[in-house]
C-alpha cells in the first residue's frame, strides 16, 4: 500500500483542518472582481493515494476556479504537443523571484518560465493553435475530466467574463511577449488570453483536484481508472518546475521547507503531489501576500513536521 495506515492519516488531515479552521489571516482575491464575492470561510481538503485511497474533509465538494492551477495542465499539454524543446523555445525554466504577474520578462525576452502568467500565456498559445476556440477549450477540460477520473468539469462563466474584462496586466504582458518575438508565428493575441482566462475559470472540487493531483503523482495515470493522461516525462518537468518554481516568489523558501511539488491559484486553490505517495488538494479562499492560500501553506507545514514529507529528510 502506498499510505500504510490510511486511516490514521486521514485522522491526522481531520485533526489539521479543525486546527486551522481558526486561522483567518490573509484576504480573498479581489482583483478579479468575482472572485471577491466568495465566501472566505470554505475550508476543504482533499487526499488521494496513488492506490486510489482517498479521504475528504470540509467543503469538498463545493466548486472553485482553479486560476492558476490550469498552468500546471497547460503546461503538460504543451510538451505533449510541441515537445521539450519546442515549448522552451518560447518559455524559460528559472524562477523568476518577482510575483506572478510581475511585467517582466528574462533575459531572453521570454517568460522566466510556466507556472507564471506570462508563461501560462505562453503554453496557452502553444495548445492547438490551428483549432477553433472552442476545440481547444474542450481538449483542455477533457484533459482536466480523464486526470480526475471521469468527473465531470465545470466552468465559471462569470469569473471569465469579470477576468476578461479586467486584465489589462495579462495583455500588457501579452503585448510584451510579442514586442519580443517570443510567440510562435501567427499567434492571435486576444485568442490566446481568452483561452487563457478560459482555462482559469474552470471549476473542479477539492475531491476532483486531489484526484488530479494523485494522477500527477502517479506518473500521469489517474489512480482510479488506470488512464495515461501524461507521459512520465512530461509530468517529472512538470512536477520539476512546480518545485522550483510552482508558488510564485514563496516558491524558495516552499522548496527549502517542504520540499513538495505544489501550484496555488488565487482561488485560493493549491495542489500537492507526493510522487509515488499521494495528491493533496487544500481549498481555501484566503491569500497570503504572495497570493498562496494561507491555510494549505499553513498545512504544508503542519503535515510535514509531522510527515517525513521532504525529499532531502535523511531521517
Ligand atoms: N487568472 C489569474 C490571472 O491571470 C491567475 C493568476 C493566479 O491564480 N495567480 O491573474
Request: proline share 5%; charged share 20%.
Amino acid at each position: 500500500l502506498a499510505v500504510p495506515d490510511f486511516a490514521a492519516l486521514a485522522a491526522d488531515v481531520d485533526g489539521l483542518h479543525e486546527e486551522l479552521c481558526a486561522e483567518r489571516g490573509g484576504a480573498v482575491a479581489d482583483y478579479i472582481p468575482q472572485l471577491a464575492e466568495v465566501d472566505p470561510e470554505l475550508f476543504a481538503i482533499g487526499v488521494c493515494s496513488v492506490d486510489g485511497q482517498r479521504h475528504l474533509v470540509g467543503d469538498a465538494h463545493e466548486p472553485f476556479c482553479v486560476q492558476s492551477v490550469s498552468k500546471t495542465v497547460n503546461y503538460c499539454l504543451a510538451l505533449d504537443e510541441n515537445g521539450l524543446w519546442g515549448t522552451h523555445e518560447h518559455v524559460g525554466w528559472e524562477p523568476s523571484g518577482r510575483s506572478f504577474n510581475e511585467l517582466a520578462l528574462n533575459p531572453q525576452g521570454r517568460p522566466h518560465n510556466p507556472m507564471i502568467n506570462a508563461g501560462a500565456i505562453m503554453s496557452a498559445s502553444l495548445i492547438r493553435p490551428e483549432s477553433s476556440a472552442a476545440d481547444r477549450f474542450g481538449h483542455v477540460a477533457e484533459t482536466w475530466q480523464r486526470l480526475a477520473a471521469g468527473r465531470r468539469v465545470g466552468f465559471s462563466n462569470s469569473t471569465y467574463l469579470s477576468e476578461r474584462d479586467t486584465a489589462d496586466r495579462n495583455f500588457a504582458l501579452a503585448y510584451s511577449m510579442r514586442e519580443q518575438e517570443a510567440f510562435p508565428e501567427g499567434t492571435d493575441l486576444q485568442r490566446t488570453l481568452e483561452f487563457y482566462f478560459q482555462c482559469c475559470s474552470i471549476e473542479l472540487d477539492a475531491d476532483m483536484l486531489a484526484i488530479v493531483a494523485a494522477s500527477f503523482a502517479n506518473g500521469g495515470v489517474c489512480p482510479l481508472t488506470g488512464e495515461r493522461v501524461f507521459s512520465v516525462d512530461t509530468v517529472q518537468h512538470c512536477l520539476s518546475l512546480m518545485t522550483s518554481c510552482g508558488m510564485y516568489d514563496y516558491s524558495g523558501e516552499f522548496a527549502f521547507s517542504i520540499g513538495l511539488p505544489a501550484k496555488s491559484g488565487v482561488s485560493g486553490a493549491l495542489m500537492i503531489v507526493i510522487p509515488q505517495v499521494m495528491g493533496i488538494c487544500v481549498w481555501s479562499p484566503r491569500l497570503d501576500e504572495h497570493g498562496n492560500c494561507v491555510r494549505g501553506v499553513e498545512f504544508c507545514r503542519r503535515f510535514a513536521q509531522r510527515y517525513n514529507v521532504h525529499p532531502h529528510d535523511g531521517s
